[in-house]
């Protein structure tokens, strides 16, 4: 056994919370031999809830927690953290558009990012999932500033997994076998999901383009929306399932695979410096990310790239006093 870990999980009591702790507390993040020490953080009003979910927790019995904090304090929930889940942020409400909920969430993040800085470990890997996921990293990042770049990603693996669902589906195959789809872009229906590199059943996938382009594509990008009409509710336990995904292949490496994670970009495939994006990265055992920067972007994927860089900018541009 290792020496238990301490993993931060914000927006807890939450329903990806509810979802998102059983995975991390049974091994699936971080594997069967890492005990972890759980540091939950709720709003005032979401810790009575947040104390039935400890409670639940404390029922469950699981041999790798090693202890559970609960606490509407950003500094207790982050102190000395080797992984942060940001999950909590003010849901879209119905008279809300997306530069509406961009506003909204801004200051979240920034004082979560402060808190990140002066008390998590300086090696910290923070995975932003409360929307608008993108940019609520990137002013995180922004207000921690003594931490580099590469502590902090956003999610876009649920988009990965929607794809790669998809393409299953369409091949007739278990999803095992497809692999090396990924996502370039904005968690936002401009996304895209880049077939290139990817593969079933072991070779080049040979599907159309007009296919790809469009009914696969759309039903990617509005899946989110399609969930919520079917369920009544939004995708919670796919969207933990990510999380888990995200952090675990960022923990203990990607086997050599392409996965998604939104970064802070440096310049590659020149989008802007500092907008926070989705890049086809690889990640290695003891856990550096590399973007893999020999992708083949046709005309199509390029344009859908500069789609997703003038939203980011523009989100971007939404928050500067937040930066
Ligand atoms: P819920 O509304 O069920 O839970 C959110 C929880 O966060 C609540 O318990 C609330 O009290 C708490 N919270 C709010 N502000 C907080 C703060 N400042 N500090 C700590 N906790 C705070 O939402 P849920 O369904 O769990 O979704 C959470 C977030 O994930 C939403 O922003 C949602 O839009 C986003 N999603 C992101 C996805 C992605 O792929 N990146 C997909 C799923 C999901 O839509």
């Known amino acids: ?21 059983w995975r991390i507390a049974s091994g699936d993040c971080f594997g069967a031999d890492q005990p972890v020490i759980l540091q939950l953080l ?3 009003p979401g810790m009575e809830r947040l104390n039935g979910v400890i409670m639940e927790l404390q029922d469950s019995a699981f041999g790798l927690v090693h202890g559970i904090v609960g606490t ?16 909590g942020s003010r849901p879209r409400s119905k008279d809300m558009d997306r530069a509406d909920l961009v506003k909204a969430n801004g200051p979240i993040f920034v004082g979560q990012g402060n808190a990140i800085n002066d008390n998590a470990k300086k090696t910290v890997k923070v995975i932003t999932v409360g929307n608008p996921c993108n940019t609520n990293c990137l002013i995180a990042n922004a207000n921690a500033k003594d931490l ?5 990603t956003a999610m876009t693996r649920l988009d990965q997994n929607r794809a790669a669902g998809q393409l299953a589906v ?8 497809v692999q090396d789809v990924f996502i370039w872009g904005n968690h936002a229906d401009t996304m895209y999901p880049d077939t290139s590199r990817c593969t079933i059943n072991g070779e080049a996938h040979g599907l159309d383009d007009e296919w790809l382009q469009g009914e696969f594509l759309k039903t990617v990008a509005t899946r989110g929306k399609a969930i919520i009409v079917a369920r009544g509710a939004s995708s ?10 995200h952090m675990h292949d960022w923990w203990s490496g990607s086997n050599g695979r392409i996965v998604s994670m939104a970064l802070v970009s440096q310049g590659w495939y020149g989008v802007p410096k500092g907008l926070v994006f989705s890049f086809p990265v690889i990640v290695s055992a003891d856990g550096v990310v590399t973007v893999v920067e020999d992708i083949d972007v046709g005309e199509f994927a390029r344009d859908k790239i500069a789609q997703n860089v003038a939203a980011l900018s523009g989100e971007r541009e939404a928050v500067s006093d937040l930066l």
């Open 170 to 177: 369409k091949a007739g195959t278990p999803v095992v076998n």
């Open 236 to 245: 919670a336990a796919s969207a933990a399932n990510a999380a888990v995904d």
């Open 72 to 87: 509407s304090d950003p500094a207790v929930a982050f102190k000395d953290a080797d992984a942060v889940f940001l999950v």
């Open 1 to 21: 056994m290792n020496a238990p870990i301490r993993v931060a999980i914000t927006g807890a009591a939450g329903n990806i919370g509810y979802a998102l702790l």
């Open 148 to 152: 580099d770049d590469s502590c902090f």
């Open 42 to 44: 709720e709003i005032p």
